[in-house]
Structure formats: C-alpha cells, structure tokens
C-alpha cells in the first residue's frame, strides 16, 4: 500500500538506529509490494540441496578418493558457502583460505541437486485430460544463477545459463511427462518426483572458452587494469556475464566463485504468464521548486504526471478474450482495463507481448531525496491483474503482479549539448530543485554474493547508514551487479537516489553472440528496475572508454534502457562527457573544456581545478585491529607479516602499507607516534605496532576525505561529492567508510558529525580559501591545510571561516571559535570571539573574518588547536538550547608538528543500561585527538570518533549489540584509541 515514509537529514551526530527502525517497519511491505499473486509458485530455495563435484570432461577425473558430495546446502548460495557450512574448508573470508578457494573450488565443476515434487494441480490436471500438455505448463524459473550452467531433469539437459545478471526460464513440461505418466498409472497416486541438476562450470574456463569462440584465445581484450594480479583465468573476465570484480580488484582479491545466487520456483500456468510490470512515468507539467517545496507536502494537486503501465505477457498458448487491469493506490486509486488477444509466444522475456495502459496521477504526492524538500518519502504501488476466460467461459483471477514506484521529476543539467544557461555547468533537479549530490559509491555487498535474507539486512544497513549521516546519492559501481528489489526498496524509503552503472568494467568483445546476450541482459534489468523512484540515472559502465565499442554501451545497453524504460536518464559511462544529443544517443568526445563528472584520486585533500560533479574519489583504510584479528591468522598479528601485504589489494603505491609507515609519506607526516623513524625497525613490527597503523590509516582517511569534501562544498563549480565508498566488501585495507563487520569507521563518523549537514564550516588562515576559490586559479588546491607540510609553526594564524549553506531555507547563526592549548590542563579556551552571519538558502562559499581572539598565553600554530561552532541566532524558546548547524575543529599545522601532550593517562569505563547496551565514557586530564572507542563485538554505538577531547570532559556513549547477537556480561572488551598515546587503552568494566 501507501507509504509515507519519514527520513530525516542528520541534524546532529546521532547513531543510524531511527532509520533502522524506519527501514525495518517498512523494508517487509515494500519488498512485499513487488511479490507475485496467483502464479502457483512453488518456491524452491531451501537448504535441501546436495552439491557434488562434478566430473564432465572439463576437470579430471574425480576418483572415489576426493570426491566431494555435501547434503544440507542453502539455495540461494555459493559453492565456497557450502563447503564451509559442511566443515570441508576454513570461513573462505578468514586467513588464506581465498588461496585455497580459488585456486582450487571455484576451479572446478559443482553440481546443484534437489529432488522436487511437481505440484499436485499440474499432476491433477494432465491426469484428468487425455491430451494433458494442453492443460497445463510447468515453468522452471532461476532468478539468478552465477553463472554457466547446464540445467537437467532426470539427467536429461533442459536447457543453460550464461549470465548471472539474467532470469532464464524453461518449460519442464515434456521433461517431467515420464514422472507425471507414471502418477498417473496409479489413480491413487498423483505424486511425482523429478531430479533437479544444475552443473555449474567455472567461471574461469567458461570465460576462457568464450575468448577462444569470439576469436580472442589469448584474451587480448581484457580488463584495462592488472591483467594478471590474480592469477591465471582472470585476463578473460570480460567474456563472462559475471560481475567483473569477483575477479580481484583494489578492494578484495579473487574469489569467482559459483553458485545459484538468486532463488529458484517452479510455476504453474495454463495459458499465460504474467511477466514484467514497468510503470513509465510521463512528465505533463514540470514541478517547479518554489512551489513545491511551500507546499510543504509536495502533492501533485494539478496533474503533473501521466503513468503508462506496460505489462508483460509470457504467452504459451492462443487466447480471446484476456482481461488485463492496472491501478494504482495514489489518491482515491486509479485504475485502467483492457480487453485483448494473447497470441503465442516461448517463456523467453524477448518474445513477451507488450500491453500499455495509462493512470493519471491525481492526488499523487511527490517523492524528494533525503533532506531535500519534504520530509515524507511516499512510494505507492502499481498492481496489473491479469484475467484468462476458462472452458465455460467466465474468467477466473489467474495472475498478478505489484511493482514499487514514486513520482519525481529528474534532470541531469548540463549532461546533454556544449552548452548550459545555468549558474552551475553540471547538476541533477529533483521536482524542480536543484541539489548538491551527497554521498557515496556502493561495491558488491559480499565477496561471495547470494540473495539471502543476512545479505538483505547487510545491505539495507548500509543504505541506512548512508541516509543517518545525511547522503541523498549512491552509485552502483559497474563492477558490481544490478542490484535487487530490496536493495531498491531499502532506497526508496531512505530517499537515496541512486546511479546504477551498467555491470561493464573492461574491454568487450562486438562479437553480435555476446552483444545479444548483453540485450537480454539489460532488457530484463531494465524492465525489472523501472519505476522505483530511487532510479535517478543508468551510466554506460564504470571507466571503460565507449568510443571503440559503441556498438555495446550505447548502442546494445542504453538504447535498450531508454527503449524499456524511456523515463531513465541514461549516461555514457561513469565518468563521462555526456551526449551530443540524446536523439539519437551521441556520446560526447573527450573534452575537458565541456561539463563532465570526474573520477579524481590525488594527493590528500585535494582537488582538481573546477571540479563540477565528482562521481569517485576516495582513501583507503584498514579495519580497527577488534574486526581485523576476527579475520587474521595469530601469528600474523604484526604489523610487517607476509598476510598484512598479501590481505590488500590496494593498486597504487603510494597507498600500500611500507608506504604508509615509511619516512616522509603522508601517513608519519602528519601524525605522530606511529613507528620508529626506520620503518624497518624491529620494535615497530609487533602487534602493538599493527593496531597502531590500522587505527591511524582510518584517521588518514577522515582526515583526507574532510579536506576534499570541504574543498567541494567551497568551491563554485562543484554540485557533488560521492566517496569511494560507503562499504567494505570484506575484512581488509580497502576503501569503505563502514568496516565489513558494520561498524562504522573513523571517516563516517566525521561525514555524519560535519561534511554532509546541509550547513558546514571550515576555518582556514585568512586569504587561504578565497586563493583556493579563485576560478582562475590554474593550480590543483590543498582543501586541508593542517596537511600542509610547509605551514610554520610559529604566530598564530589570521582566521577566516568560509560557511556554505545547502539548506532550501536562509539560516541565520551565531559562530563562536575558540582557541585551545594542546598541552593545556583545563577545558577553558585561551580566547573566544563570535561573528553572526545570514545564509541565505543555497549559499555557496560565504567568507567571515573571524575577530580577534585575544588567546591568553598566546599561541602558536604548533601549540594551539581551534573549534568553531554555529548555532541558530534566533526563534529557539528559552527553554531550548539553540541547535548547532555546523562545527569543526581544526589545527593549523599537521599533528605531527604540533605540541600534543603525550603519555596521557585515559578514563575509561563500561558500565551497563540494560540487559544488553551499556554506556561507554572517556574523559583525560589533556586534550586528546581522534579519540575512537571499538570492540571486537557487532553492534552500534550512539556516537564516536571525536576529533578532541578538551580536558576534563567527559564522552559518554552507548553501545548496543547487533539483536541476538551476546548478553551484556559476554561482551568482548572496549578500547579507546587516541593520537596523544603509541598504544590503545583498555576500558575498565563496572557491571
């Protein structure tokens, strides 16, 4: 039904358990909006399947020896999930067993086995009936199967599969005759029992294979990065329809595995299947800003919008006389019907019969990203029923089908032609509004990827995550998948509008068999996608080149998206140049000089000259040492074993390990107490040493990515800024801002506390941003200055706070910024001064001299720290406190320059609240930077990661296990991490 969803921007530091609450009141309704009514489905997941190593000529012989045959397995699964849950090999994601796995397992042949019974009204009726294949047709359904595979009934081949983003369905009729005969012969019986098989290759040798059909045996076309990192089979991945990054890449290493990743059903269906619902949405009347937002509830009270609904009819045999129905539950419900002929087709989706019919959208309220515009996130429900005359000629509710959708107007200014009248060259609308892009990439969720309900809740927990700190944007890298229904849904009610990348990272073959198969591919996708209002746009692939294939980008993939879902904005690839002309699809060429999006990895804190949209940048961190230990090998825990080099898989060398510790990088530059000056030096390489650098490579990380983002929000030419990325894909150094095991890492911390609040300030010395700012400018700027490495430490800095407003509102503050001593033994500031300011609404780079602060002792850039903090300058009740827009803390030259106290002795205790949360508090005598509290235990924490502590004050948070996870008294201990002191510190515990 109906859903008026509530998310919030983050208003201030807070824990993502409101939106949890949120999405789990909702998430069951809105995937439940998708489901299948009356189709006599019979779902064939479970954990009753076998799974065999296969001997089928591609592998040698399987002697009784080491032959492998596992009972109990789950379907949705992989092989390596599988032989883990039955004891045959180590977690496939700890220690090296990823060696094993894919030099091994996902090197061989895997048979999937499940005796299924054929449901009794198909038995029934071809009992019933002399000539019984026209009374019924019995569908085998696999959503999802990664990925070559033969599929058998009674050992008799039924059909294949070759493409893990794709649905394959195959009438069993005929196969299952012989078993349904046999029930037959006995009237007292109408039980029947066939043998599912799935013979799933590897992904390696298939791909292989496909190389040498399409003229390519040496795999010349090929990922355009590390051909061969890892290992043999991997330079021919792009000749498989399997996500490119199963193959290794700069966040996990190779696994490949294979698997039945999505569900399986059986259906049962007489005449006609109902296929696919997508609702195109029409745009009669654009939203105009101003009006909508006023409106405060955004509805669409003058009809801005027609909806046609095309339904998608599986046709097996002749029928007159089919009554098909849509509606919707918008308003006071709207609904259209139509009489039609269904004529014949195979279950293949490309010979589906296309019905179109139109709703208005009278009444409809609008749906608007995350802290934009309303605050409801409304999604509403598009059911098409489909009714087939029986022999007596009354009809009889055979099918439907519900599908998730929302009205919102989408544009990409500035992506189409050379030219744009706006003030910003390049920018997404929403409903009339213009945006600033907030938030992240989006990696596979897993490393061995299935549909199951943990993976679900994963995923969902990360989208959360995203909308608690204030993002309205994801993008689904191209080395991933088409994301599934809940992951959409999980979108559409936290406002996260996301760009899906086409599944293409690499060089392709044109060959017109693998062109084809791509058209499948996209056109089920398209289909299956359309109409969720998260859906903001469909780029090509991720950092391939279209030009020497355009054959498949543009004209095989995003011709087909705007043929199957024509309200979608399609993109060349991600980054790009954007179009020529949409009519037809014309890629720009590469030309600077044009607005284009940006995918930018460069020093730390840094930014490209007038930066317009930045679609990736990022730095990577590692795992605090609590979730890393879950994952490593006991003699391994130090910080130069052979296991830390091999776990990442960072690319670029300035970002691995030796790097990072060694003399004058980046990392020992600015923070101190990381290692002895020899980076070589034995004492460093202890296990204190590892929880060191693991811990300071996430305080890089929030450091680099606040300089750059604040870059962003200053600048005038930038309208967006999402990280690479908001999730890890498995235990290791690599580039999420939330670990694998869920906890949230420094860098999240800092986007929720600061970067992503519709209002941010950022302190600098005076002249600083405005040089930085300067369009003319021809030089790449430090958005950081605290990472300046030439900055003096000597007289105090000469302040300037530059603010920017990305609220639809004006917000009138009051900023107060104070000066501390990092050595000092009170919380009382060495000076203070106020300024009041008025933003008015989307005010970009607001420049304030900050007053003299009159510190007394004075300071110095070295021994003096500063916080800034702007609170609302009127209309809050005395009884209120004002509400603080924005803060940040900053210090003039990097920590490794200045006069920290060291050796502090820290606070710290854990007493409890209740049965499971307890309450974690930290205070110490001097100031302490970069404070993080972790624990080896899943579950949140109210808040964490603070950039200073002032003497004396006093932190408290409050932890809650992950539900069902361990009783309060059971929990692993607290640790407090802090800049000031080599080694972390234990919580004491009060129970």
Not at 429 to 446: D, H, L, T
Not at 631 to 658: A, C, G, H, M
């Amino acid at each position: 039904g109906k859903m008026a969803v509530v998310v919030r921007g983050c208003a201030a530091p807070r824990s993502p358990k409101a939106v949890y609450v949120v999405l789990a009141a909702i998430v069951v309704a809105l995937a439940a909006s998708t489901s299948a009514v009356g189709h006599g489905i019979v779902d064939l997941s479970g954990d009753d399947w076998t799974l065999t190593l296969a001997s089928d000529g591609n592998d040698a012989a399987v002697s009784e020896g080491n032959a492998v045959r596992v009972s109990g397995v789950n379907v949705p699964g992989t092989v390596p999930s599988a032989l883990f849950k039955a004891g045959l090999i180590p977690n496939p994601e700890h220690g090296y067993t990823q060696n094993d796995v894919f030099a091994n397992m996902t090197r061989q042949s895997w048979t999937y086995e499940k005796q299924i019974d054929i449901p009794k009204k198909h038995v029934v009726a071809h009992c019933s009936q002399p000539h019984g294949l026209a009374a019924s047709r019995l569908l085998l359904v696999f959503l999802g199967v990664d990925t070559a595979a033969n599929i058998s009934i009674d050992g008799h081949v039924v059909g294949e599969t070759n493409d893990m983003h794709l649905e394959f369905v195959f009438d069993i009729t005929a196969a299952v005759g012989p078993a349904v005969a046999a029930a037959c012969d006995n009237l007292a019986v109408t039980r029947a029992v066939v043998t599912l098989g799935v013979a799933i290759q590897p992904a390696t040798t298939y791909a292989a294979s496909q190389a040498a059909l399409f003229g390519d045996p040496k795999c010349k076309i090929r990922r355009n990065y590390w051909p061969n990192k890892f290992g043999h089979g991997t330079e021919c991945s792009t000749y498989v329809r399997k996500n490119t990054g199963s193959f290794g890449w700069d966040c996990a290493r190779a696994f490949a595995a294979q698997g039945i990743h999505k569900p399986v059903q059986l259906q049962v269906v007489s005449t006609a299947r109902l296929h696919q619902v997508v609702p195109v949405l029409k745009v009669v009347k654009t939203p105009t800003c101003d009006a909508a937002v006023a409106a405060g509830d955004g509805t669409d009270h003058d009809g801005a919008f027609n909806v046609t609904v095309r339904v998608f009819v599986s046709v097996l045999a002749h029928v007159s006389g089919a009554r098909i129905t849509v509606s919707g539950n918008w308003g006071l419900g709207v609904s259209a019907s139509r009489e039609v002929d269904l004529t014949p087709s195979t279950p293949d989706l490309a010979q589906d019969q296309m019905v179109e019919l139109t709703l208005a959208s009278t009444g409809a309220a609008l749906w608007w990203p995350n802290g934009i515009g309303p605050s409801t996130r409304t999604v509403y429900t598009v059911t098409a029923t489909l009714l087939l005359p029986n022999q007596e000629q009354t009809q009889e509710l055979a099918q439907q089908l519900n599908h998730s959708f929302g009205f919102r107007h989408i544009e990409y200014v500035g992506s189409v032609g050379n030219t744009t009248k706006e003030k910003f060259p390049l920018f997404f609308r929403v409903n009339g509004c213009q945006i600033y892009a907030k938030g992240f990439n989006w990696m596979p969720s897993e490393v061995l990827l299935a549909e199951t309900e943990y993976q679900a809740r994963n995923k969902q927990a990360r989208l959360a995550d995203a909308a608690a700190v204030g993002a309205n944007m994801v993008r689904i890298w191209g080395g991933g998948v088409y994301e599934d229904e809940a992951f959409y849904a999980a979108a559409n009610a936290l406002g996260l509008l996301i760009l899906q990348d086409g599944s293409f990272f690499g060089l392709y073959t044109k060959d017109h068999r693998f062109l084809d198969l791509v058209k499948r591919e996209v056109t089920y996708n398209a289909r299956r996608l359309a109409g969720h209002p998260a859906l903001a746009m469909w780029s090509g692939n991720n950092e391939s080149p279209v030009y020497p294939n355009e054959q498949l980008f543009v004209q095989t993939q995003l011709a087909t998206v705007v043929r199957e879902s024509p309200d979608t904005i399609v993109y060349p690839s991600n980054p790009s140049y954007g179009w020529n002309s949409l009519h037809p699809l014309e890629p720009r060429q590469p030309d600077p000089t044009f607005p284009h999006d940006t995918h930018a990895y460069l020093a730390c804190g840094t930014i490209p000259d007038n930066l317009m949209f930045a679609s990736e940048f990022g730095y990577p961190s590692a795992p605090l040492f609590e979730a890393y230990a879950l994952v490593t090998p006991p003699d391994q825990l130090k910080l130069f074993s052979s296991y830390v080099t091999w776990r990442s898989t960072i690319k670029n060398p300035l970002w691995t390990k030796e790097s990072q510790v060694a003399p004058n990088t980046t990392l020992t530059n600015t923070f101190p107490f990381l290692l002895p000056s020899q980076a070589s030096a034995p004492s460093a390489n202890t296990t204190a040493g590892l929880q060191r650098w693991l811990y300071l490579t996430q305080v890089l990380q929030a450091h680099c990515i606040s300089g750059t983002v604040l870059g962003h929000r200053m600048s005038q030419a930038t309208t967006g800024s999402l990280v690479w990325a908001v999730n890890d894909i498995w235990a290791a150094p690599s580039w999420g801002a939330v670990q694998h095991n869920g906890a949230w890492k420094v860098l999240m911390h800092t986007i929720g506390h600061r970067l992503f609040r519709p209002t941010v300030i950022a302190l600098e010395e005076a002249g600083g941003w405005e040089k930085k700012m300067d369009p003319a400018s021809s030089s790449s700027l430090s958005a950081s200055a605290s990472l300046s490495a030439s900055a003096s430490p000597v007289a105090a800095p000469n302040l300037v706070a530059m603010l920017d407003n990305q609220a639809f509102v004006a917000v009138d503050v009051v900023c107060t910024v104070e000066s501390h001593g990092w050595a000092d033994a009170s919380p009382k500031p060495r000076g203070s001064a106020s300024f009041h300011a008025t933003l008015p609404a989307r005010s970009r780079a607001l420049s304030h001299t900050v007053p003299d602060l009159a510190s007394s002792p004075p300071c110095t850039k070295a021994t003096c720290f500063y916080t800034a903090r702007c609170v609302t300058a009127d209309g809050v009740p005395e009884t209120e406190a004002p509400r603080v827009v924005a803060s940040q803390v900053w210090h003039p030259v990097p920590l490794a320059q200045a006069a920290l106290a060291t050796g502090v002795t820290l606070d710290a205790k854990v007493t409890p609240i209740n049965a499971s949360a307890v309450e974690v508090t930290v205070s110490a005598p001097r100031a302490i930077a970069h404070v993080v509290i972790s624990t080896a235990a899943p579950g949140t924490f109210s808040d964490n990661a603070f950039d200073v502590l002032l003497p004396g004050q006093v932190r408290t948070v409050v932890f809650t296990p992950a539900l069902g996870s361990t009783h309060r008294n059971q929990l692993p201990p607290f640790y407090v991490y802090c800049i000031n002191n080599p080694e972390r510190s234990q919580a004491s515990e009060e129970w």
